[in-house]
């Protein structure tokens, strides 16, 4: 089928309205959040239900054109981008928005793939129940982006990530047959699970097209406190504390260095810092429970001046108000915007166990440093998960476009194998997509990778779904 019978057909099924073919109108969708990767499209298409979804797939499959699902765009990997020169669509997902229904007697919501995280969580709110998955992208990631970078965000400490969260999923798979699984029992044994196997899988299995989701109970009163420390260790020594004075109701543990918090002053207009003095390390914690506020408040207190008189922290300040908690956050969510807003880093979502994590940042920092002449590491992220965005920010003197690309990768593969050589994993959060496939097959055992490409050969046999993305090919000299 040529280009001009296949984008008239994709016409018939969505309309005009649905279907984008212009430069300009494609365009903000080519490249991913981070700038790494722009794609090639034949068109952007918009349906607004699953018989379209299902329709467009069917005639992409008979046309051989690849499908490249996409929600927000603020995927950290370019999955949501096609691959250059592939010929593709995007099929956007952000017109199927709707919330579908709540069930409070239940603790469950479905959504439709498009719908905006801030969006189900004002939905869940609204009945006295909470979602809770939360990332600096809230008010753009969408529900089917979510669930197929398996996102985590900053309460996976207590709630897990999106996989956790997830009873149930709908999907149009590579044939276009549609799995109704939009089931929200909390035990189900009837087998493999593929509402598991698409969580993660980033849209290289299917679309998803609707979600139920697990709620909790609503919480509404919050502690959250910033606390400037002197070290990695100290601040994981201060989790445990925190835990033992407030049990579970340590919701969030993020490790914020200077450096981090320097290019956040600099760059995001409005933010202040939330201490007088410097101090190498700062942690941002949140703590929720159903109980009075003021016990909340009063436990953190105590733990905080604890660790105090045990020289753990050096100073901290709780929230007064839910303004400046909100202004807590906001320094923590637009780290990435502003470490973007500064120049080229190669970043690493690297993940390790929790309790290494501490001596891992350390070491690593300091042997990426001495490796790399005139880098500097920026690591910040989900101490509790034992997840650090282990960023190396290009010397600051150069072109900094062509350090990333011509050291960039030796930077990763160096950063990779230390976090190898402790157990850990290149990829906590963000997943593969296309930025970290080299590397994934690089140091992936490759019983897995067989694995992997064993379930992609099966379900998606013609190989239309988001190529180039997570999947490594078994010769390595192919994949980008
Ligand atoms: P997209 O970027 O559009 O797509 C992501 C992947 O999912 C692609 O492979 C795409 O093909 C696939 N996909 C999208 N929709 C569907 C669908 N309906 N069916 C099948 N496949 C689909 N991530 C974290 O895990 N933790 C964080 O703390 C975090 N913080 C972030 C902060 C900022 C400021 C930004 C910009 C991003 C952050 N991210 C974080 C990354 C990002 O928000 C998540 O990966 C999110 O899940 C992507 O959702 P999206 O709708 O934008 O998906
Ligand atoms: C975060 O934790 O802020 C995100 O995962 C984004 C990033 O790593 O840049
Ligand atoms: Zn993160």
């Known amino acids: 089928m040529d280009d001009r019978s296949f984008l008239d057909g994709l016409t018939d099924i969505v309309g005009p309205s649905g279907i984008a073919t212009a430069a300009a109108d494609l365009a903000p969708w080519l490249t991913d959040w981070r700038e790494r990767v722009t794609g090639d499209a034949l068109a952007l298409v918009s349906p607004k239900n699953v018989g379209q979804v299902q329709a467009i797939v069917r005639l992409a499959s008979e046309a051989g054109v690849v499908i490249v699902p996409q929600g927000g765009n603020t995927g950290m990997v370019a999955g949501g981008v096609p691959c250059p020169g592939d010929r593709a669509i ?18 469950s919501l479905t959504a439709e793939a498009g719908a905006i995280l801030s969006n189900v969580h004002a939905a869940a709110e609204e009945h006295g129940r909470r979602f809770p998955l939360s990332l600096g992208a809230k008010d753009s990631a969408t529900i089917g982006g979510l669930i197929a ?6 309460q996976v400490l207590r709630f897990g990530s999106m996989r956790n969260l997830t009873l149930g999923v709908e999907a149009v798979l590579p044939d276009g047959s549609l799995f109704e699984g939009l089931s929200t029992l909390r035990k189900d044994n009837r087998g493999y699970d593929l509402r598991q196997l698409l969580a993660g899988s980033e849209g290289t299995l299917g679309i998803i097209t609707a979600a139920s989701l697990k709620l909790i109970p609503a919480a509404p009163h919050r502690t959250v406190a910033w606390i400037g420390l002197g070290s990695a260790s100290d601040a994981l020594a201060l989790l445990r504390l925190l835990e033992s004075e407030v049990g579970d109701a340590v919701e969030s543990f993020e490790l914020v260095p200077q450096a981090a918090l320097e290019l956040v002053l600099k760059h995001i207009p409005g933010t202040r810092a939330p201490l007088a003095g410097e101090h190498r390390w700062n942690v941002l914690t949140e703590l929720r429970s159903a109980s009075d506020p003021e016990d909340l408040r009063s436990q953190c207190e105590s733990g905080l001046a604890g660790a105090l008189d045990q020289g753990l922290i050096a100073d901290a300040v709780i929230a007064e108000s839910e303004g400046q ?7 923590r969510e637009v780290i990435s915007e502003a470490e973007r807003a500064d120049g080229r880093a190669a970043k690493h979502d690297v993940s390790v166990p929790v309790s290494a994590m501490p ?3 350390e070491d690593a920092t300091q042997a990426v440093e001495d490796r790399f002449a005139g880098t500097r590491v920026v690591a ?36 990779h194998d230390l976090t190898h050589g402790v157990g850990g994993s290149l990829s906590a959060e963000h997943g593969i997509g296309q930025l ?23 379900l998606d046999p013609r190989g239309i779904m988001n190529p180039g993305k997570l999947v490594p090919l078994a010769n390595p000299d192919d994949n980008p």
């Open 90 to 107: 995007l099929l956007s997902l952000r017109k199927m928005n709707a919330i579908r229904s709540i069930d409070a007697a239940d603790n």
């Open 149 to 154: 970078t398996n996102a985590g965000g900053t």
């Open 325 to 331: 908690a909100e202004a807590f956050w906001k320094i």
């Open 359 to 361: 001596r891992f940042i």
């Open 380 to 415: 910040f992220g989900h101490l509790g998960d034992g997840n650090v965005h282990f960023n190396v920010r290009a010397p600051a003197s150069g072109d900094d476009a062509k350090w990333l690309a011509e050291t960039g990768p030796q930077v990763s593969s160096f950063v």
């Open 436 to 458: 970290k496939l080299s590397e994934f097959a690089r140091v992936t055992d490759p019983t897995l990778l067989s694995a992997l490409r064993a379930i992609k050969q099966a």
